[in-house]
T-cell receptor, first 110, second 113 residues
Framework: DAKTTQPPSMDCAEGRAANLPCNHSTISGNEYVYWYRQIHSQGPQYIIHGLKNNETNEMASLIITEDRKSSTLILPHATLRDTAVYYCIVRPYNAGKSTFGDGTTLTVKP | DTGVSQNPRHKITKRGQNVTFRCDPISEHNRLYWYRQTLGQGPEFLTYFQNEAQLEKSRLLSDRFSAERPKGSFSTLEIQRTEQGDSAMYLC???????????FGSGTQLSVL
Protein backbone atom coordinates (compact mmCIF):
# COMPACT_ATOMS: atom_id res chain seq x y z
CA ASP A 1 0.00 0.00 0.00
CA ALA A 2 1.15 3.56 -0.69
CA LYS A 3 2.70 5.41 2.21
CA THR A 4 0.91 8.49 3.52
CA THR A 5 2.27 11.53 5.32
CA GLN A 6 0.13 13.63 7.65
CA PRO A 7 1.02 16.46 10.04
CA PRO A 8 1.06 15.17 13.61
CA SER A 9 -1.27 17.85 14.93
CA MET A 10 -3.51 20.74 13.93
CA ASP A 11 -5.77 23.23 15.66
CA CYS A 12 -9.01 24.69 14.39
CA ALA A 13 -11.44 27.24 15.78
CA GLU A 14 -14.96 26.05 16.47
CA GLY A 15 -17.30 26.90 13.60
CA ARG A 16 -14.47 27.29 11.10
CA ALA A 17 -13.54 24.83 8.38
CA ALA A 18 -10.90 22.25 9.27
CA ASN A 19 -8.64 21.30 6.37
CA LEU A 20 -6.58 18.18 7.00
CA PRO A 21 -3.88 17.41 4.42
CA CYS A 22 -2.47 14.06 3.40
CA ASN A 23 0.42 13.39 1.05
CA HIS A 24 0.50 10.12 -0.88
CA SER A 25 2.98 10.78 -3.66
CA THR A 26 3.52 7.07 -4.45
CA ILE A 27 -0.17 6.28 -4.91
CA SER A 28 -0.98 3.78 -7.65
CA GLY A 29 -3.76 4.10 -10.19
CA ASN A 30 -5.97 1.52 -8.49
CA GLU A 31 -5.57 2.87 -4.97
CA TYR A 32 -8.33 4.72 -3.16
CA VAL A 33 -7.97 7.34 -0.42
CA TYR A 34 -9.89 6.57 2.77
CA TRP A 35 -10.30 8.73 5.84
CA TYR A 36 -11.16 7.55 9.34
CA ARG A 37 -11.18 9.33 12.66
CA GLN A 38 -10.78 8.09 16.20
CA ILE A 39 -12.24 9.89 19.15
CA HIS A 40 -10.56 9.14 22.46
CA SER A 41 -11.34 5.67 23.86
CA GLN A 42 -13.40 4.65 20.84
CA GLY A 43 -12.69 2.59 17.74
CA PRO A 44 -11.98 4.40 14.48
CA GLN A 45 -14.97 5.70 12.51
CA TYR A 46 -15.18 5.80 8.73
CA ILE A 47 -15.56 9.28 7.24
CA ILE A 48 -15.24 9.17 3.46
CA HIS A 49 -13.29 7.68 0.56
CA GLY A 50 -12.56 8.45 -3.08
CA LEU A 51 -10.52 7.48 -6.11
CA LYS A 52 -9.95 10.65 -8.13
CA ASN A 53 -13.08 12.73 -8.06
CA ASN A 54 -13.95 14.98 -5.16
CA GLU A 55 -16.44 13.44 -2.79
CA THR A 56 -18.86 14.87 -0.25
CA ASN A 57 -21.09 13.28 2.34
CA GLU A 58 -22.89 14.39 5.46
CA MET A 59 -19.67 14.36 7.49
CA ALA A 60 -17.02 15.87 5.24
CA SER A 61 -15.63 16.62 1.80
CA LEU A 62 -12.63 14.95 0.21
CA ILE A 63 -10.57 16.89 -2.30
CA ILE A 64 -8.03 14.87 -4.31
CA THR A 65 -5.51 16.72 -6.47
CA GLU A 66 -5.50 16.04 -10.18
CA ASP A 67 -2.21 14.12 -9.97
CA ARG A 68 -3.64 12.22 -6.98
CA LYS A 69 -0.46 12.74 -5.00
CA SER A 70 -2.23 14.51 -2.17
CA SER A 71 -5.68 15.03 -0.71
CA THR A 72 -7.47 17.22 1.81
CA LEU A 73 -10.26 16.26 4.16
CA ILE A 74 -12.53 19.21 4.87
CA LEU A 75 -14.83 19.46 7.88
CA PRO A 76 -16.89 22.50 6.85
CA HIS A 77 -17.98 23.71 10.29
CA ALA A 78 -15.85 22.10 12.97
CA THR A 79 -17.36 21.50 16.40
CA LEU A 80 -15.72 20.49 19.67
CA ARG A 81 -16.94 16.94 19.01
CA ASP A 82 -14.70 16.80 15.93
CA THR A 83 -11.62 16.76 18.16
CA ALA A 84 -10.04 13.41 17.25
CA VAL A 85 -7.17 11.68 15.50
CA TYR A 86 -7.73 11.63 11.73
CA TYR A 87 -6.20 8.88 9.63
CA CYS A 88 -5.58 8.99 5.89
CA ILE A 89 -5.23 5.54 4.29
CA VAL A 90 -4.39 4.64 0.72
CA ARG A 91 -5.17 1.15 -0.50
CA PRO A 92 -6.54 -0.80 -3.44
CA TYR A 93 -10.28 -1.33 -3.26
CA ASN A 94 -9.85 -5.10 -3.13
CA ALA A 95 -6.97 -5.11 -0.63
CA GLY A 96 -7.40 -7.28 2.41
CA LYS A 97 -6.26 -4.79 4.99
CA SER A 98 -6.15 -1.10 5.75
CA THR A 99 -2.81 0.19 7.04
CA PHE A 100 -3.12 3.02 9.55
CA GLY A 101 -0.33 5.50 10.19
CA ASP A 102 -0.18 7.74 13.24
CA GLY A 103 -2.67 10.26 11.84
CA THR A 104 -3.28 13.92 12.62
CA THR A 105 -4.57 14.97 16.01
CA LEU A 106 -7.12 17.69 15.35
CA THR A 107 -8.02 19.89 18.29
CA VAL A 108 -11.07 22.11 17.86
CA LYS A 109 -10.94 25.06 20.21
CA PRO A 110 -13.83 27.25 21.39
CA ASP B 1 -27.53 -2.32 12.84
CA THR B 2 -26.33 -3.00 16.37
CA GLY B 3 -22.70 -2.33 15.57
CA VAL B 4 -19.59 -4.36 16.29
CA SER B 5 -19.51 -5.71 19.82
CA GLN B 6 -16.35 -6.64 21.71
CA ASN B 7 -16.05 -8.39 25.03
CA PRO B 8 -14.67 -7.93 27.54
CA ARG B 9 -14.17 -4.17 27.50
CA HIS B 10 -11.20 -4.44 29.86
CA LYS B 11 -8.98 -7.37 30.84
CA ILE B 12 -6.26 -7.42 33.46
CA THR B 13 -4.11 -10.51 33.61
CA LYS B 14 -0.82 -11.69 35.00
CA ARG B 15 2.14 -12.43 32.80
CA GLY B 16 2.07 -15.99 31.54
CA GLN B 17 -1.71 -16.36 31.63
CA ASN B 18 -3.86 -17.00 28.57
CA VAL B 19 -6.58 -14.58 27.53
CA THR B 20 -9.37 -14.74 24.98
CA PHE B 21 -11.31 -11.87 23.45
CA ARG B 22 -14.56 -12.09 21.53
CA CYS B 23 -15.85 -10.00 18.64
CA ASP B 24 -19.38 -10.05 17.27
CA PRO B 25 -19.45 -8.29 13.88
CA ILE B 26 -22.41 -6.69 12.18
CA SER B 27 -24.54 -9.66 11.18
CA GLU B 28 -24.35 -9.56 7.39
CA HIS B 29 -20.70 -8.58 7.21
CA ASN B 30 -18.44 -11.10 5.50
CA ARG B 31 -15.10 -9.63 6.55
CA LEU B 32 -13.74 -9.41 10.05
CA TYR B 33 -10.47 -7.79 11.08
CA TRP B 34 -8.35 -7.65 14.22
CA TYR B 35 -6.08 -4.73 15.00
CA ARG B 36 -3.86 -3.84 17.95
CA GLN B 37 -3.27 -0.31 19.14
CA THR B 38 -0.84 1.07 21.68
CA LEU B 39 -0.95 4.55 23.18
CA GLY B 40 -0.14 7.27 20.69
CA GLN B 41 0.03 4.94 17.71
CA GLY B 42 -2.41 4.12 14.96
CA PRO B 43 -4.06 0.69 14.84
CA GLU B 44 -1.77 -2.11 13.62
CA PHE B 45 -3.25 -4.84 11.45
CA LEU B 46 -3.13 -8.35 12.91
CA THR B 47 -5.34 -10.59 10.78
CA TYR B 48 -8.56 -10.77 8.80
CA PHE B 49 -11.22 -13.29 7.81
CA GLN B 50 -13.46 -13.65 4.80
CA ASN B 51 -16.35 -15.59 6.30
CA GLU B 52 -14.64 -18.43 8.22
CA ALA B 53 -11.40 -18.38 6.22
CA GLN B 54 -8.42 -16.57 7.71
CA LEU B 55 -6.89 -14.91 4.66
CA GLU B 56 -3.97 -12.91 6.02
CA LYS B 57 -1.88 -12.77 9.18
CA SER B 58 0.55 -10.03 10.08
CA ARG B 59 4.10 -10.83 11.11
CA LEU B 60 3.08 -9.15 14.36
CA LEU B 61 0.92 -12.19 15.08
CA SER B 62 3.40 -14.47 16.81
CA ASP B 63 2.80 -18.14 17.52
CA ARG B 64 1.26 -17.15 20.86
CA PHE B 65 -1.63 -15.48 19.04
CA SER B 66 -4.45 -17.37 17.39
CA ALA B 67 -7.70 -16.17 15.89
CA GLU B 68 -10.74 -18.09 14.79
CA ARG B 69 -14.06 -17.32 13.18
CA PRO B 70 -16.11 -20.50 13.34
CA LYS B 71 -19.08 -20.57 10.98
CA GLY B 72 -18.19 -17.12 9.74
CA SER B 73 -19.97 -15.36 12.57
CA PHE B 74 -18.25 -14.19 15.77
CA SER B 75 -14.50 -14.32 16.17
CA THR B 76 -12.14 -14.99 19.04
CA LEU B 77 -8.57 -13.83 19.52
CA GLU B 78 -6.50 -15.82 22.00
CA ILE B 79 -3.15 -14.84 23.40
CA GLN B 80 -1.21 -17.58 25.15
CA ARG B 81 1.48 -17.00 27.76
CA THR B 82 0.87 -13.26 27.81
CA GLU B 83 3.81 -10.87 28.07
CA GLN B 84 3.88 -7.28 29.26
CA GLY B 85 4.44 -6.18 25.68
CA ASP B 86 1.02 -7.55 24.79
CA SER B 87 -0.61 -4.75 26.76
CA ALA B 88 -2.64 -2.80 24.22
CA MET B 89 -6.11 -2.07 22.91
CA TYR B 90 -7.34 -4.89 20.68
CA LEU B 91 -9.79 -3.66 18.09
CA CYS B 92 -12.16 -5.66 15.95
CA UNK B 93 -13.73 -4.36 12.75
CA UNK B 94 -16.07 -5.76 10.15
CA UNK B 95 -17.06 -4.84 6.63
CA UNK B 96 -19.70 -5.99 4.20
CA UNK B 97 -17.09 -7.02 1.66
CA UNK B 98 -13.69 -6.07 0.27
CA UNK B 99 -13.23 -2.36 -0.22
CA UNK B 100 -16.21 -1.49 1.91
CA UNK B 101 -15.84 0.78 4.90
CA UNK B 102 -14.77 -0.71 8.19
CA UNK B 103 -16.99 -0.60 11.25
CA PHE B 104 -14.96 -0.82 14.46
CA GLY B 105 -15.92 -1.99 17.90
CA SER B 106 -14.88 -0.12 21.03
CA GLY B 107 -12.03 -2.52 21.66
CA THR B 108 -10.73 -4.65 24.51
CA GLN B 109 -8.08 -2.98 26.66
CA LEU B 110 -5.57 -5.59 27.83
CA SER B 111 -3.22 -4.92 30.72
CA VAL B 112 -0.59 -7.56 31.48
CA LEU B 113 0.94 -7.16 34.94
Amino acid sequence: DAKTTQPPSMDCAEGRAANLPCNHSTISGNEYVYWYRQIHSQGPQYIIHGLKNNETNEMASLIITEDRKSSTLILPHATLRDTAVYYCIVRPYNAGKSTFGDGTTLTVKP
Amino acid sequence: DTGVSQNPRHKITKRGQNVTFRCDPISEHNRLYWYRQTLGQGPEFLTYFQNEAQLEKSRLLSDRFSAERPKGSFSTLEIQRTEQGDSAMYLCASSLDEGEKLFFGSGTQLSVL
